[in-house]
Each structure stands twice: as structure tokens, then as C-alpha cells.
């Protein structure tokens, strides 16, 4: 089931749906289907020059980073949680260069959060990856990170079995209990985390990083197709995708539901 979630959502991204469109534009092509296989070839190349533009996307994402407030002074908490966020399957490297861009931010500002209340406990989580058994978890990569950066060892916890932020939500709220915590992933990610901690009754108290999304005005060469805006599209339509999904399986509740 996890798997084939992962799979139809990376084939329902931008990048991946527009190339399906040109990929069928070019069978019906080549079954002689001219007149579709034109029609097919127009709308993959439009949806993706529109979807790459930053002008289009940033506002959007930027307006999910901005849903979830954060307190302006934070309270003092037993627990600092830091979701997931990805890593390199590369041995070689180095711990800290293993972790993905959204990893490293997050680890970074929970590592921060630390030294502001030393007292607290960091809670990482994240297992190896599809594929990468007998591998590190991403939980025990993210440990070992947060101790070169000086936190104690005796101050982290893991959470190496939780595949997606649903199961990640489920073992940490049983760990933190009822009083409040540090919550820590992208801005864009927070949004849904917040509200899957909240159906299962925690107290997250959001601590975003990351933020990816444009600010409100716009260039002539944001409306150019680039990589960057595909990045955001990408951010937006997964976490959009994924919020979906977590209230089509009763996972976040909406506030009539409360």
C-alpha cells in the first residue's frame, strides 16, 4: 500500500504528468492519431511552461508557508520534534552532506531550539528508505548530525519506523503526550503536520523552516518558464496532494468534525 501510494503520487507531480501527456501525445503519433497527438503535444507543452512559471507558483506556495503562525515567543517544552526530510543514499559522504536541503534545514533549526532550552529532548524521525535495508535510518542519520553540532546524546530520541508523516504523527504524539511541543518541518509541510498532530489530540506548537515560496511581487522573468518555479510547483502540489489524501482516509479532521 505505501508503496503504491508513492507511486501514484510521484506520477500525479507536475514534472512526471506533464511528460505522461507528451509521452501519449507521442504514441498516438506514432499510431498515425495526427490531430490527437497534436492536441496532446499543445496541452503537455502549455501545462508545463505554465506550472514552471514563479510568477504562478510562489504566490500560491508562499500562501501555505504563511497559513500556520507562529508564536512570536516560544514556550518552554520537554520536547523538540524534527520531521523527516530525506537523504542521500551515498555512504561515502559525510553525515551532514547525506541529508537532503529540507533535512539539513530542519536540523538545523531543532539543533537551535536546543540550545535555547537545553533542558529539552530532540525527537528525529524517519526510516532507511524504500529499498535500503540494513541502511541507517534517516532518524539515526539525523542523530548523528545533531551530535556533531554538540547536542548530547542523551538528549535525542528516534523514531526509526515511521514512512510517511501520518505514521510519524501516530508514534510521536504517544511519546510527547498531552503538553505542548516544538514542532519543526518546512513551512509548506507544516500546514498538514499541525493538523495531523492536532486530530490525534497533541499540542504542536509550529516552528516552520524552509520557506520556499516567492514574495508578493512579481518580475517580468518570474512569468519565464525555470527550474525553480517547477521546485515550487512540485512543493505545492505534494503537500495539496497529501492533505487530500489525509482527509479522504479521516486522518485530519475539519473543524465542524471537531
Not at 508564536?71 to 555512504?91: A, W, Y
Not at 541529508?99 to 536546543?114: E, F, I, N, T, Y
Amino acid at each position: 500500500m505505501f508503496f503504491l501510494k508513492k507511486l501514484v503520487s510521484a506520477f500525479l507531480m507536475p514534472m512526471p504528468f506533464g511528460l505522461g501527456i507528451l509521452f501519449l501525445a507521442l504514441w498516438f503519433l506514432w499510431r498515425g492519431r495526427i490531430r490527437v497527438g497534436t492536441i496532446l503535444v499543445g496541452l503537455g507543452t502549455v501545462f508545463l511552461a505554465v506550472v514552471s512559471m514563479s510568477a504562478l507558483m510562489s504566490g500560491r506556495l508562499g500562501s501555505l508557508e504563511q497559513s500556520t503562525v507562529q508564536l512570536q515567543e516560544l514556550p518552554r517544552v520537554d520536547f523538540i520534534v524534527v520531521l523527516g526530510g530525506g537523504h542521500s543514499p551515498r555512504k561515502d559522504l559525510p553525515v551532514l552532506e547525506r541529508l537532503g536541503d529540507s533535512a539539513r534545514a530542519r536540523l538545523l533549526k531543532g539543533v537551535q531550539l536546543h540550545r535555547q532550552q537545553p533542558d529539552s529532548r530532540l525527537i528525529f524521525s524517519g526510516f532507511a528508505g524504500l529499498g535500503r535495508k540494513g541502511e541507517p535510518s534517516h532518524a539515526t542519520l539525523m542523530q548523528q548530525a545533531a551530535v556533531q553540532l554538540g547536542v548530547p546524546p542523551e538528549s535525542i530520541l528516534t523514531e526509526s519506523l515511521p514512512q510517511d508523516t501520518f505514521s510519524e504523527v501516530q508514534l510521536i504524539s504517544a511519546r510527547v503526550g498531552k503538553g505542548p511541543f516544538l514542532l519543526v518541518t518546512d513551512a509548506s509541510h507544516m500546514p498538514r503536520a499541525v493538523a495531523l498532530f492536532r486530530t490525534q489530540r497533541a499540542e504542536p506548537v509550529p516552528v516552520p523552516t524552509r520557506y520556499m515560496g516567492g514574495s508578493p511581487t512579481t518580475s517580468l522573468f518570474d512569468y519565464f518558464p525555470s527550474s525553480s518555479g517547477m521546485v515550487q510547483a512540485e512543493r505545492y502540489w505534494h503537500e495539496t496532494l497529501g492533505t487530500m489524501w489525509s482527509r479522504l482516509r479521516g486522518q485530519i479532521k475539519t473543524p465542524e468534525e471537531d
